[in-house]
């Protein structure tokens, strides 16, 4: 297992190195120059070339490659333009509001899918069964920004319980968690409730069920376990592209996090703070998607790491 998780390291470190090259050189082939964008159209020639000099833009591309590397490997991605602050501590300050946003949306998904799938499973092809299905896919097919408008119109604007933007208290995270968690909620259930039907087929289960033990126990002491490989999977993934933000949601309620940063950045070239958001989002998401693989060894002895 040491030796797998050294290999996947190193193979995350690629990754990681693979999308910030690739995103260095895509930044700078999008037209529109970071100075111009910064000074403004009244700014003079002289004005203008002191500026691309002290943000290294009048150098060759290979020589800002170059400088680029050297600092991001000690987590330098220099100044951004419009904050005038060291972008990786600008991400740094934006970076808890994500994680609550995607820890929260995370839990209400699993708290609600699990009970949700089950139930459905046990009473599969009954009324209550087309019922959770056609809940779940009308859910996991609404976007999340038409989500969050309604969840304004309704929560805030009609009934006046719950504010619409902003970051700090509980209420303010209400609208903003359901918005996230529906789908991946509704997707979550779905998963669920299919590998609680395939396990429910399984000779364990008759052999559990002949030594009488009860529907609960066969459910909470073999079946859950049995299906979480797949849920797991997708859970490892839905919360990597949520700790990269979600983009929309933060957009409709305000929420400060790294995806509205990053798509700021992206907007007006703001070069350092793309270059720290996505260098930090390929690392959460790699690691992310490390300790899924490690928790399958857990879940199932029969996997083996060689």
């Not at 699993?110 to 009308?138: E, H, K, M, Q």
């Not at 997707?187 to 030594?211: F, H, I, P, S």
Request: net charge positive.
């Amino acid at each position: 297992m040491t030796q797998y998780i050294v290999r996947r390291l190193l193979a995350s470190a690629v990754v990681v190195w693979g999308v910030v090259t690739l995103t260095f050189f895509l930044v700078r082939v999008l037209p529109g120059d970071p100075a111009a964008l910064s000074l403004g159209v009244s700014a003079d020639a002289e004005t203008l070339a002191r500026l691309r000099h002290a943000m290294g833009l009048d150098r060759p591309l290979t020589v800002q490659y170059a400088i680029f590397l050297r600092d991001a490997a000690r987590g330098d991605f220099g100044q951004s333009v419009y904050m005038a602050q060291p972008s990786t501590r600008l991400f740094l300050t934006k970076l808890p509001a994500t994680i609550e946003l995607a820890v929260a949306a995370m839990i209400v998904s699993v708290l609600v899918a699990f009970p949700l799938g089950i139930y459905a499973a046990l009473r599969a092809n009954s009324l209550r069964d087309n019922l959770v299905s056609v809940f779940t896919l009308t859910a996991q097919c609404m976007p999340n920004f038409w989500v969050g408008i309604m969840l304004i119109l309704i929560f805030s604007q009609g009934l006046r319980l719950l504010p619409t933007f902003g970051r700090g208290t509980w209420q303010q995270l209400v609208l903003p968690v359901i918005a996230v968690a529906l789908p991946l909620m509704a997707l979550t259930a779905r998963l669920v409730r299919t590998g609680m039907l395939d396990n429910l087929q399984e000779d364990y289960v008759r052999t559990a069920r002949a030594k009488g033990i009860g529907q609960a126990g066969v459910v909470t002491r073999h079946i859950i376990k049995n299906m979480l490989i797949p849920v797991v999977t997708v859970l490892g993934l839905q919360f990597g592209s949520l700790l990269a933000g979600t983009v929309i949601v933060e957009i409709v309620f305000s929420w400060p996090g790294v995806g509205q940063l990053t798509v700021d950045g992206i907007m007006r070239r703001d070069y350092p703070v793309v270059a720290a958001a996505v260098f930090f989002i390929s690392l959460m998401f790699v690691l992310v998607n490390l300790a899924v693989d490690v928790a399958y060894a857990y879940l199932d002895p029969r996997i083996r790491y060689r």
